[in-house]
């Protein structure tokens, strides 16, 4: 596996500029760098040097002893022995040979090598290959069978402690990597083997099925429950008759040796690469932007194997790992449909799009271009935004064209353009990872973005990162933060602004940096004026202390990253808010250096990309201003149309043209916008009022019940593309699978629509596609397919010689205005949309949760994830609850001033007081229902976050909607330093192999 930058021991000490320097290793010449790891200087000369628990994200673990090397004529484990000058290593010494034998021979005692009939050999399983490479015929400690049974209680991966090996990955892993620290090894038993809090099932513990111990397991002790009896030739057999294979194995062992039997094995493992197809891909959910091949047999999913992903290296959440079997969903859309009254009938492609074509082609000669207007998506790749806004422009001759991150990350996008120039994340995850202070506000981080804030949690845990949290709600890294409070909703830009005059007040500000680089000080300090302290206390009911302690710890921090996300942006003061986020980094002096700046948190897989692509009513592709001349005669000369200089509307501003009797037909491809926009009754009457509505997804939407024309598109897993994630990475995706039924993708349906208007395209692959946006778009100047091959990606903007761009704003760049100099930028604070009253006396939070994406059109078709948490829950607190006299299970109507729902309860400490929080995944009733039409002053963006409702406890109880096998049902994390191994040292029977005779861990019954 490659290594991920900040992580890795070996690039970890290039990176920090170690020297080059010579080692001996059995007398040749290798050149190492100062301070990696032994074990890589070898590794990189031998790959065949045995090293069964090492795994270089992970660091040295030093519990399998298999790496023993004699250095100076001591024997030292290589993979926690750093490179000095001059150092002479033998890995091949008697002594050396000795201990790396023994030390195999103790974990083959923990380990049944049945490799023929293993779903796990397929090539890449280390204990295999190491008996393989270091020629092991035959063993000295016989395997013995452990007192438990294998743990099949979570959904998608079983641990068989008989094949535990005890290497200690999957525990250092959960602890120190994804940190969610449910495992752990009791080495002071007498049958150690590896615990889920401390000793629960799998199901119902802490664990949150991010997959990262299955991952790294070296063998087949833990594995995806949907490699079993899939992966190989044998492995489907019954178990007795695989049990009756194994005994025969076993018996010729001792006569004939391992060898014979591994060589049936590899031929057999070998025979599994035909069918077995690895494919790379994209994470389709969240902003984090996780690669990783996916392996398939056929249309069955065997598993997703994360490794050299730039973002996520080995990590993955429940989603990324598991959450793919809705692509076989009997539910997918299978070929075009064709309104008839209510109902709908199949239709072929050619008269769907004929009938479509046909119409807009009459709507535009009677209402004109601008009656039409065009939506896509975020979960559209890169190249199908480019093709929707130039299906608008070009085709149609209209800018009412839009993309969903005008539901929630336009406001954070322009208070970046108003500060600093480009709207996304001033860097990447490393400089998060690397930061000394990390800021969360508004952001779920844990559960909306899990991979990102793994990075968080690792750093805040290993290295002493520090982390404030502002958030309505106790979450997981609100429970992990130095300081958290919570504002009062809608009151961040309050603090926020109290922060910065603090700092100018107290003489914290980074007056040099300000000087240098950023114009307006003056006019901003004056617009400070009411953002006192106490102010801010009063207002945000906040101790003054805790204010106090914040802006402390901001001001001694030498960098500062600030996070944030929808409970920032979907307000109505959203872009001044994210306003006074940069205004803050502008002040403390964090830009313009690694591990500091701005990141809004990017929601969806493609929020940024299909942004970045022009699918915007006000942008052409890479940010340029239709209003601009010259880009707009480019654009004119490329296109061979004439495009007009005024904004479009933006998908807001569409549904009022629609009732206004201005917009008459939509297109929209990828967009369940009856459950994501705001006011959701709002918006369905105006769907009813459109003279055409074609919708373009892989399900049958609530969307599409209002659609004339429904074209069946395809996911991810079955086409070609780029996406882009939240550091402004663009990444390539490979198809998986083949396209389902008569079902196409996006790119090559809006292309043969185009072709049906009279546009001529020739686009035979998504490549020419981005080819095309590369030659106009200045920012994606050098973005080829080559660049971007295989795990290869680019950060834009991207330089014609391909030069990209990791971190925003380094050295003498400066920022992105004329004169190069950052703007602070003057706000006030204005009273939020919505007020609590007598009647609507409870505040409605709302977001993700961590196995559900959306409204779970996609992860409510996952069995295992439906199974982990089927049921929509409201979170109440229990102070409410107790006012209410309810318990978990209890029905209730939750009614707004535009609408209500019915949903079951859950009291948590998550929440407290009249704050309530309802998850975006919804069966019947999204929480858009009960969300008013109030908007974001500058973006339209919907203030979901400012909604006054009132509870009516109605009759009927339920069970708890929390199933038991949930996280957070009976979850009681068990956080330790990582594997511990010194406590394995301390053993009566543990003896580092090569110094005396070793004894065995004793695992028998
Ligand atoms: S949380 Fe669960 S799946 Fe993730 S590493 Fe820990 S035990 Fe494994
Ligand atoms: S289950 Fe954990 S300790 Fe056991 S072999 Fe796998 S990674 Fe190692
Ligand atoms: S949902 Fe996000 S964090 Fe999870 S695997 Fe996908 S991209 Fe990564
Ligand atoms: S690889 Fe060094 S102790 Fe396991």
Redesign the pocket.
């Known amino acids: 596996m490659s290594a991920h930058p900040e992580f890795a021991t070996l690039s970890a000490a290039r990176d920090a500029g170690e020297p080059a320097v010579e080692i001996h290793v059995n007398g040749n010449p290798v050149v190492a760098t100062q301070g990696e790891m032994l074990v890589d200087a070898i590794l990189r000369h031998d790959a065949k040097f045995p090293h069964v628990c090492y795994l270089e994200p992970l660091g040295p673990i030093k519990t399998c002893d298999t790496c023993m090397v004699e250095v100076n004529g001591q024997l030292v484990r290589a993979c926690a022995t750093p490179v000095a000058a001059g150092m002479k290593a033998a890995t091949e010494s008697v002594r050396a040979k000795a201990a790396q034998h023994e030390a195999f021979d103790t974990i083959l005692g923990n380990h049944m090598l049945y490799c023929t009939v293993c779903d796990n050999s397929n090539g890449n399983c280390t204990v295999h290959n190491t008996a393989a490479n270091m020629h092991v015929e035959h063993q000295k400690h016989p395997f013995k069978t452990k007192p438990y049974d294998g743990d099949f209680t979570n959904p998608f991966y079983r641990y068989d402690p008989d094949q535990c090996i005890l290497c200690g990955r999957c525990v250092e892993a959960c602890q120190n990597y994804q940190v969610n620290e449910t495992l752990t090894i009791n080495w002071e038993s007498e049958h150690p083997r590896v615990l889920w809090d401390g000793g629960h099932e799998i199901g119902g513990s802490s664990c949150v099925s991010?997959g990262h111990c299955v991952t790294v397991c070296p063998c087949n002790a833990l594995m995806e429950k949907s490699m079993i009896g899939h992966a190989g030739y044998l492995t489907h057999l019954p178990k007795q008759a695989l049990d009756k294979m194994i005994d025969v194995v076993k018996a010729v062992e001792p006569e004939i040796g391992y060898g014979p039997i591994m060589a049936v094995s590899e031929t057999e493992s070998a025979m599994r690469d035909v069918r077995v197809k690895k494919t790379k891909t994209?994470?389709?959910?969240?902003?984090?932007?996780?690669s990783?091949d996916i392996w398939t047999k056929d249309r069955h999913i065997l598993k997703v194997e994360?490794s050299e992903g730039a973002?996520?290296n080995i990590?993955?959440?429940?989603?990324?790992?598991f959450?793919w079997d809705y692509v076989n969903s009997e539910d997918r859309l299978r070929t075009p449909l064709i309104r008839e009254g209510n109902d709908f009938r199949e239709a072929s492609w050619e008269e769907a799009l004929s009938l479509v074509a046909n119409r807009l082609q009459a709507i535009r000669s009677k209402d004109g271009p601008d009656a039409i207007g065009v939506i896509a998506s975020s979960k559209c790749t890169n190249e199908e935004s480019y093709l929707m806004q130039k299906f608008a422009r070009q085709v149609i001759g209209t800018n009412n064209v839009d993309n969903c991150s005008r539901y929630c990350q336009s406001p954070a996008t322009m208070g970046l353009f108003r500060t600093v120039g480009h709207g996304g994340d001033s860097g990447s995850i490393s400089d998060i990872a690397q930061s000394s202070l990390i800021l969360i506000i508004g952001s779920n981080t844990a559960e909306s973005?899990?991979?990102?804030?793994t990075r968080v949690k690792r750093a805040h845990k290993t290295r002493g990162q520090k982390l404030i949290v502002a958030d309505l709600r106790k979450h997981e890294m609100a429970e992990r933060a130095d300081i958290f409070f919570q504002p009062k909703p809608s009151t961040d830009l309050i603090w926020l602004s109290a922060m910065s005059r603090y700092m100018l007040d107290h003489g914290l500000a980074r007056q040099e940096f300000l000087d240098q680089w950023v114009n307006g000080l003056e006019e901003y300090r004056r617009s400070l004026a009411p953002f006192t302290m106490e102010y801010a206390a009063k207002m945000c009911e906040v101790p003054i202390e805790t204010l106090e302690s914040v802006a402390q710890m901001i001001a001694a921090a030498p960098t500062m990253c600030v996070l944030w996300a929808m409970g920032i942006t979907q307000h109505c003061g959203g872009s001044d808010s994210s306003t006074a986020i940069s205004n803050l980094l502008l002040i403390t002096g964090n830009y313009m250096k690694p591990g500091c700046g701005a990141y809004p948190l990017r929601g969806h897989?493609n929020v940024q990309g299909a942004s970045d692509m022009g699918s915007m009513p006000n942008y052409f592709p890479g940010y340029e201003k239709i209003a601009d001349d010259k880009a707009r005669t480019k654009y004119e000369q490329a296109w061979g149309v004439t495009i007009k200089a005024e904004k479009g509307l933006d998908n807001h501003q569409m549904i009022d043209a629609i009732y206004d009797g201005k917009l008459k037909a939509m297109y929209l491809a990828g967009e369940d916008m009856i459950s994501s926009d705001a006011d959701a009754n709002h918006v369905g009457g105006g769907f009813e009022r459109l003279e055409l509505f074609v919708v373009q997804d892989i399900f049958f939407t609530e969307t599409c019940r209002y659609a004339d024309v429904v074209f069946p598109a395809v996911p991810s897993l079955e086409r070609e593309g780029t996406f882009t994630?939240t550091e402004r990475r663009i990444q390539r995706l490979y198809q998986v699978l083949p396209t389902y039924a008569d079902a196409k993708p996006d790119w090559q349906i809006i292309q043969l629509l185009a072709n049906k208007l009279g546009a001529e395209w020739d686009y035979k692959h998504p490549a020419d596609i981005m080819h095309e946006a590369a030659s106009l778009a200045p920012m994606l100047a050098g973005v080829t397919y080559d660049r971007l091959a295989g795990y290869k990606t680019l950060q834009w903007p991207v330089k014609a010689d391909g030069t990209d761009t990791p971190t925003l704003y380094l050295d003498e760049g400066g920022f992105n205005f004329p004169d190069k100099k950052a703007r602070l930028y003057p706000l006030e604070w204005i009273q939020d949309s919505e007020v609590m009253n007598d009647e609507y006396d409870i505040h409605l939070n709302n977001g993700r949760v961590l196995e559900h994406?959306q409204t779970g059109n996609q992860t409510m078709r996952v069995p295992g994830i439906y199974d982990l948490n089927p049921e929509r829950y409201l979170e109440i607190s229990p102070e409410l609850a107790e006012e209410r006299k309810i318990s978990s299970g209890q029905w209730v109507e939750v009614t707004s001033r535009v609408g209500k729902i019915k949903v079951k309860v859950l009291v948590t400490t998550r929440v407290s007081g009249k704050e309530v929080y309802l998850p975006l995944t919804s069966q019947s009733g999204p929480v858009n229902v009960l969300v008013g039409s109030a908007v974001d002053r500058s973006t339209n963006t919907p203030a979901y976050k400012e909604t006054s409702v009132n509870i009516r406890v109605l009759p009927e109880k339920g069970a708890n909607p929390l199933r038991p096998t949930n996280f957070r049902y009976s979850g009681k994390r068990t956080p330790q330093k990582g594997v511990e191994v010194e406590r394995k040292w301390k053993r009566a029977d543990y003896r580092l192999p090569g110094t005396s005779e070793l004894v065995q861990i004793n695992t028998g019954k």
């Open positions: 991010c994209v994470c389709t959910y969240c902003g984090v932007g996780c990783f994360p973002a996520n990590s993955t959440c429940v989603k990324g790992k959450g973005h899990p991979v990102l804030a897989n994630n994406f």
